[in-house]
């Protein structure tokens, strides 16, 4: 039995219905805070249960063996903890690429702790560290449906954006193929792209143009503390622009080696979800 959760999420719905499509790992069940809510693939077992609230996980758990988890969703130590009790022998888990490019940072540094525990915990594990993903563009569809301007900092500096589907298909890789236990894969998309080329490419598929301003670190933290406090947003600033290195603007062909597919563009993923803009 596998497992996942954040399974109504970008990369969530993605792995199970990956994992549905080959038949691969067995019985799946997809963990979410609202059963009559979610819409999982035929087969998959819908079990409600909070990561906020470890306890809440002990029916989701039993008779699982794999877990696909989100880090930093809920109290990390305490669901691996209640993972380890439940018998799950291995755990697939999404880290993030900044515990290699940011360390300093506060979540990278978090990540950094859950990964360690993970490696500690006698369970098997395979760590997925990725980096920003293409549906973070998501944060614009409000504006962008409501015709307004799109206000984005650091408008002109690329990076290797990855589509969530790939960070699904190398957790299904790890879920189900052998050799993947013990390992850290840092997963990029397949070549940089800038917010305003972002915007473009969005522009050019909903057939209008899109009002666009950069704006400064100032006013963009202004924006996101008032959602996500202090520290996170200068976090978020620093790696998506304000901070950036050489290991965070490399092309990775971790997801191609591993998936034996090239890794999917930012186009691929503005079209598939181009709906949710219009
Ligand atoms: N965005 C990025 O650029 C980026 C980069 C690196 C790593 N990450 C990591 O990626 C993960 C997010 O993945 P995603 O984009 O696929 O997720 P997402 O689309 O943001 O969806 C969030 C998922 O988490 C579930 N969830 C939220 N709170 C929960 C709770 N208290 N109990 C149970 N489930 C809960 C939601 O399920 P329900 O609402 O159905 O309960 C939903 O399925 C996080 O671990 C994040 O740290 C993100």
């Given at each position: 039995m596998i497992l996942v959760t954040g399974a109504t999420g970008n990369i969530g719905s993605a792995l199970l219905k990956e994992l549905r499509g080959t038949g691969a790992g067995g019985p799946l069940r997809g963990l979410t805070r609202d059963a009559a809510r979610a819409v999982f693939p035929a087969g998959v077992e819908a079990v409600e249960g909070d990561l906020a609230r470890a306890a809440s996980l002990k029916p989701a758990l039993d008779g699982v063996r794999s877990l696909f988890l989100v880090s930093r969703v809920g109290p990390d130590a305490e669901i691996l903890d209640a993972a380890l009790r439940a018998g799950v022998e291995h755990v697939v888990l999404v880290s993030s690429i900044t515990v290699l490019t940011?360390?300093?940072?506060g979540p990278a540094a978090e990540n950094l702790a859950v990964e360690r525990l993970l490696q500690d915990s006698g369970m098997a594990w395979t760590i997925l560290r990725p980096t920003q993903f293409a549906s973070n563009a998501l944060w614009w569809a409000g504006a962008i449906r409501g015709g307004e301007t799109i206000r984005v900092p650091y408008a002109d500096i690329g990076l290797p954006t990855i589509h969530p589907a790939d960070i699904a298909s190398v957790a299904r890789a790890a879920l189900?193929?052998?050799?993947?236990?013990?390992r850290t894969y840092a997963l990029t998309g397949p070549e940089r792209i800038t917010a305003r080329q972002q915007v473009e490419t969005l522009a050019e598929l909903l057939g209008r143009e899109l009002p666009f301003t950069e704006i400064s670190r100032a006013e963009a933290h202004r924006d996101l503390a008032a959602f996500m406090g202090d520290e996170t947003a200068d976090a978020v600033l620093d790696v998506t622009g304000g901070d950036v290195n050489d290991e965070l603007l490399l092309v990775r062909d971790t997801v191609s080696r591993i998936t034996g597919a090239p890794a999917r563009t930012f186009r691929q993923w503005a079209s598939e979800n181009a709906a949710t803009f219009r």
């Open positions: 940011h360390p300093r940072l189900t193929e052998p050799g993947r236990r013990g």
